[in-house]
């Protein structure tokens, strides 16, 4: 059986309210998967990770977690029984260690919605495995960006890598009770530096954030900008799959890395 490689994808996830109302974000998640080969696995950094050291999850079957509040019942009733798999895992973490990133496994850690919510959409069935990276709260943009860079092979082995996170997230100034809420110009502002910066090629000043208009106001804490990181690292061509709003300034845009 011929293997094909797989691009590296940045995941907008948006509201845990995106497994049952998907909006436009949803549809463009399915699009996206029924246009790649089959993933052998799936590998994701999610922003709902945040670890002291850098870890991988090693469990063989990881327990969906509802890691969110006040949302609908039926939401809470979601799974995601995808398996794990403890071999790719742990060559992952040889990789890592092996290039001057040591890592360490977690058999207990269960998934996060930042993992299994935007993968209902790509792959509902759950029948591919999973693997889940951490986000050490300590690395550098260079250094999760490096992280992607030492995994970027496993993209010829037909294994898609996955940064989870979003391109802004200020919670406080979203229009929950307005649906169709315009976008202010510190979001939109931010999100078009960026795919202006990923067009031509300078992945260096994405890397530099701080310099980028508005960042703090988009980004009041960073995790969820990290793992666009990773995904920069895991290829050098960058594409626009999707980009949108929603409740005014949650931007949830989905970037493909060749």
Same mark, same amino acid.
């Given at each position: 059986?011929?293997?094909?490689?797989?691009?590296?994808?940045?995941?907008?996830?948006?509201?845990?309210?995106?497994?049952?109302?998907?909006?436009?974000?949803?549809?463009?998640?399915?699009?996206?998967?029924?246009?790649?080969?089959?993933?052998?696995?799936?590998?994701?950094?999610?922003?709902?990770?945040?670890?002291?050291?850098?870890?991988?999850?090693?469990?063989?079957?990881?327990? &969906?977690?509802?890691?969110?509040?006040?949302?609908?019942?039926?939401?809470?009733?979601?799974?995601?029984?995808?398996?794990?798999?403890?071999?790719?895992?742990?060559?992952?973490?040889?990789?890592? &260690?092996?290039?001057?990133?040591?890592?360490?496994?977690?058999?207990?850690?269960?998934?996060?919605?930042?993992?299994?919510?935007?993968?209902?959409?790509?792959?509902?069935?759950?029948?591919?495995?999973? !693997?889940? !990276?951490?986000?050490?709260?300590?690395?550098?943009?260079?250094?999760?960006?490096?992280?992607?860079?030492?995994?970027?092979? #496993?993209?010829?082995?037909?294994?898609?890598? !996955?940064?989870?996170?979003? !391109?802004?997230?200020?919670?406080?100034?979203?229009?929950?009770?307005?649906?169709?809420?315009?976008?202010?110009?510190?979001?939109?502002?931010?999100?078009?530096?960026?795919?202006?910066?990923?067009?031509?090629?300078?992945?260096?000043?994405?890397?530099?954030?701080?310099?980028?208009?508005?960042?703090?106001?988009?980004?009041? &804490?960073?995790?969820?900008?990290?793992?666009?990181?990773?995904?920069?690292?895991?290829?050098?061509?960058?594409?626009?799959?999707?980009?949108?709003?929603?409740?005014?300034?949650?931007?949830?845009? #989905?970037?493909?890395?060749?």
């Amino acid at each position: 059986m011929s293997i094909s490689t797989l691009p590296g994808l940045f995941i907008s996830h948006g509201s845990p309210m995106l497994a049952i109302e998907p909006e436009q974000v949803g549809p463009a998640l399915h699009r996206l998967s029924i246009n790649l080969p089959k993933p052998r696995a799936i590998v994701v950094m999610s922003a709902h990770w945040e670890s002291q050291a850098l870890e991988v999850s090693t469990s063989s079957r990881p327990e &969906t977690w509802h890691d969110f509040g006040g949302f609908p019942r039926e939401l809470y009733q979601l799974r995601y029984p995808a398996p794990g798999d403890a071999i790719l895992a742990e060559r992952m973490i040889q990789m890592l &260690t092996h290039s001057g990133m040591p890592a360490h496994a977690n058999s207990l850690r269960p998934r996060d919605h930042g993992v299994w919510m935007p993968l209902l959409h790509m792959y509902p069935e759950a029948d591919i495995p999973v !693997i889940q !990276i951490s986000l050490p709260v300590h690395f550098s943009a260079a250094q999760i960006y490096q992280v992607g860079q030492i995994l970027a092979p #496993l993209r010829h082995e037909q294994i898609l890598l !996955i940064g989870s996170g979003s !391109i802004t997230h200020n919670l406080a100034e979203l229009s929950w009770a307005e649906e169709q809420a315009s976008t202010p110009e510190w979001a939109s502002g931010f999100r078009n530096w960026v795919v202006h910066q990923l067009n031509n090629d300078d992945f260096a000043a994405v890397l530099d954030w701080k310099q980028a208009p508005h960042v703090r106001r988009n980004h009041p &804490t960073l995790e969820h900008l990290s793992p666009l990181f990773f995904a920069m690292g895991t290829g050098s061509r960058f594409s626009l799959v999707h980009s949108s709003f929603s409740l005014g300034a949650l931007g949830m845009d #989905l970037y493909r890395f060749d």
